[in-house]
């Protein structure tokens, strides 16, 4: 004979609750695919605060004669590009006389002043926003070189020369290839070309046809020749995130996706709970994570506000 369903009383609303709402939870927080996911490289932090040191690099190789001594060498210890943890949180409460006069929706995870539904995508809703807040201050910010994440003149230990990541202007054509030969350009710390190449455009949502468009045409898009086109088969995401709240600039980036860059650390997977409030009847349902978003290299970027200067 079946088991009955247990009947929900006072002391264990919660118990049986919870299991439902934590599903509900982390079903909406994985109902869309997350775009930061094929930008920034996700890992783990194995502390609250991790470090990347940037160090120099040998310059090239000098000639020698027969049994003289080795060329000797040395590379520099650069700056250091830090991450800490940042805890992210959110709450609602079920009271017992919501589960009692309304039943139907606190089963479906529905709770008065929020939902577990509602929590899932405000997370899903947060980790893009705040990957995509990395972009979006890329230009203006100061980084751990002294410099923005975009900048003509990033610093380089082991070199007097200094090397640029940002274009300037709208996404056309002509801009694209001239971020693709930037890109290609880029040196390490002792000036040495390493060999970076565009695997992806990545753009705001009002660049999506743009993007496309000159990516995807058979001849070469925004002129009224017959050239073929000669960008290479970049792969197109369009990053809602990356639209400017402020309508300033309409931002887009190339990226070598091999290089370590763009940089996602979860120190703390997302979970969903409940606990009861002191002297009441009633559940807190919350969820909680913490992880920390940025990056540790320039080198495998190139960017653009999108606007003409």
């Given at each position: 004979m079946a088991t009955?369903?247990?009947?929900?009383?006072?002391?264990?609303?919660?118990?049986?609750?919870?299991p439902i709402h934590k599903k509900i939870f982390f079903d909406s927080y994985n109902e869309k695919p997350l775009m930061y996911k094929n930008i920034f490289k996700t890992d783990k932090m194995n502390a609250k605060k991790q470090t990347y040191p940037h160090l120099g690099a040998f310059g090239l190789w000098q000639t020698n004669t027969e049994g003289s001594k080795f060329n000797h060498d040395k590379f520099d210890e650069g700056e250091v590009a830090s991450f800490e943890a940042k805890r992210y949180d959110k709450a609602y409460q079920l009271t017992w006389e919501l589960v009692q006069d309304d039943l139907y929706n606190v089963m479906k995870g529905i709770g008065k002043g929020g939902s577990a539904k509602g929590l899932g995508r405000g997370l899903r809703a947060t980790e893009e926003a705040e990957?995509?807040?990395?972009i979006l201050k890329g230009f203006d910010n100061t980084g751990y070189d002294g410099k923005a994440l975009f900048a003509k003149d990033h610093p380089l230990i082991n070199s007097?020369?200094?090397?640029?990541?940002?274009?300037?202007g709208p996404l056309t054509d002509e801009s694209l290839k001239a971020a693709l030969t930037l890109m290609r350009l880029q040196k390490d710390e002792a000036g040495i070309l390493i060999s970076a190449s565009a695997t992806q455009l990545v753009v705001c949502p009002e660049l999506e046809f743009t993007a496309k468009a000159i990516v995807n045409s058979i001849l070469q898009a925004g002129t009224n020749n017959n050239d073929v086109n000669t960008v290479p088969n970049l792969t197109v995401r369009v990053w809602d995130n990356l639209s400017d709240?402020?309508?300033t600039m309409k931002p887009w980036f190339i990226q070598d996706t091999s290089l370590d860059n763009l940089l996602f650390l979860r120190r703390e997977e997302p979970i969903?709970?409940?606990e009861?409030?002191?002297?009441?009847?009633?559940?807190?349902?919350y969820g909680?994570?913490?992880?920390?978003?940025?990056y540790c290299d320039w080198r495998g970027l190139v960017g653009s506000k999108g606007v003409a200067v």
């Open positions: 009955e369903a247990a009947m929900m009383t006072r002391d264990n609303f919660a118990e049986l609750l919870t990957s995509a807040s990395v007097e020369s200094e090397c640029s990541n940002l274009i300037e709240p402020e309508g969903f709970g409940s009861k409030i002191q002297d009441q009847m009633d559940y807190n349902m909680y994570t913490r992880f920390d978003v940025g």
